[in-house]
């Protein structure tokens, strides 16, 4: 059977394909720490989880609106206000199957062919695949150490052309870690509006903010607000990765393209899953400011014991879960011709699963996540180690 043109334009995500190595051997009986994971290793607070079980008992088990149900709406709407000082109307929120499938369906609604979206380096594995399925070219704008891997005007002036649809902006990061600060979103904003360049602000990582405070770009003015279409959800937030509720704000006309596209596609987001997230934003918050102090310790303590390997160069990341070295030096130092035989090599001889920075536009990286335990990760760190001294003594 002959697949699609579109379908074999996606690149295998390199995340899963590093986990199911670990977990081959991890099967086999092997000590395998993984430190690939893209999710917090806590369980959904007991208060939501106890909401779902009441939602089905009073029988949530039927269609919602494709969209979502008016009360998660509400709920979001709140949540804006709250944390976000933004202003939306229920026509400008829709509830997806996650902040994956916002996404998805954003690009869907969003993008002719040919139509460009700037993609800044490193990125999400995720987010050029969208942008090809939806018939749009993908265009890198480049960052590194020197500007933390964020991205700058003057760089994405340098990449712009007339074709320039939209830009994605993920703060805080996945896989870098880093935070935009206010200054820099102001510019960014300001950008934007001069160019009628539409922002996807993925803000899925908003609870995890360890040094200043989450900024929303499209809380500056009505310009930018305007042209921002906002991405979040409470499977980072709130521990509920498997619940699959994310959501998208924005454009009301933009909305609803994406609302009838879910409405052809999966019709509505799991109902149970929607009472359950209604909980985590009208509940008790003390679980975020527990986790995020968690989140926190883990990379006080971690950081320092990562710059003790030889070669390694890591700005300290100030959000999300995730340590992204640059092993350039590393690698070289090990005899390897580059990182994916490196991280290879690691897994299948120090049993510890790292992700090559390769799937995120970044070859000379790694990616660690820390949402694991602190003695698992003391001791993938001291594998680590072990394994480049004893390469170099070769």
Not at 44 to 65: L, M, S
């Amino acid at each position: 059977m002959e697949l699609s043109q579109r379908v074999q334009k996606l690149t295998p995500s390199t995340t899963l394909a590093i986990t199911a190595k670990a977990n081959e051997l991890k099967a086999s009986g092997q000590p395998v720490i993984g430190l690939a994971a893209g999710e917090p290793d806590f369980n959904t607070p007991q208060n939501i989880i106890d909401k779902a079980f009441e939602a089905v008992q009073n029988g949530a088990t039927k269609y919602t609106p494709s969209g979502g149900l008016k009360q998660l709406k509400e709920a979001i709407q709140q949540k804006l206000k709250n944390d976000n000082q933004l202003d939306y109307a229920l026509n400008e929120i829709m509830v997806a199957s996650g902040a994956k499938h916002a996404l998805y369906n954003l690009f869907q609604a969003l993008l002719n062919d040919g139509d460009e979206v700037i993609v800044p380096i490193p990125y999400w594995v995720s987010y050029p695949e969208q942008v090809i399925l939806a018939g749009g070219k993908v265009v890198y704008a480049d960052s590194d150490e020197s500007t933390e891997y964020k991205v700058t005007v003057e760089v994405l002036d340098k990449v712009r052309t007339d074709r320039t649809k939209a830009l994605v902006l993920t703060s805080p990061s996945n896989p870098s870690g880093m935070v935009y600060t206010k200054e820099e979103l102001q510019q960014i904003a300001d950008w934007a509006v001069k160019n009628k360049i539409v922002v996807v602000s993925d803000e899925i990582y908003e609870t995890l903010v360890y040094d200043g405070e989450h900024v929303s770009i499209a809380s500056f003015n009505d310009d930018i607000k305007a042209l921002t279409v906002v991405i979040n959800g409470v499977s980072k937030s709130h521990s509920m990765t498997g619940w699959r509720i994310g959501y998208a704000c924005g454009d009301a006309k933009l909305i609803k393209a994406m609302t009838d596209l879910s409405s052809h596609s999966t019709s509505n987001p799991t109902t149970p899953s929607q009472w359950a997230a209604i909980e985590a934003y009208n509940g008790d918050k003390t679980f975020l400011n527990e986790m995020n102090g968690i989140f926190k310790s883990r990379l006080d303590e971690i950081y320092p014991k990562l710059m003790e390997i030889p070669g390694i160069q890591c700005i300290k990341p100030k959000g999300a879960f995730y340590l992204y070295p640059n092993v350039s030096e590393t690698v070289k130092l090990c005899g390897y011709d580059n990182t994916e035989e490196f991280v290879t090599a690691l897994l299948e001889e120090k049993l510890v699963a790292v992700v090559p920075g390769s799937g995120f536009g970044s070859p000379n990286n790694i990616r660690l996540s820390y949402a694991t335990d602190l003695e698992s990760m003391y001791e993938a760190i001291k594998r680590i180690k072990e394994f480049v001294e004893e390469k170099m003594e070769k």
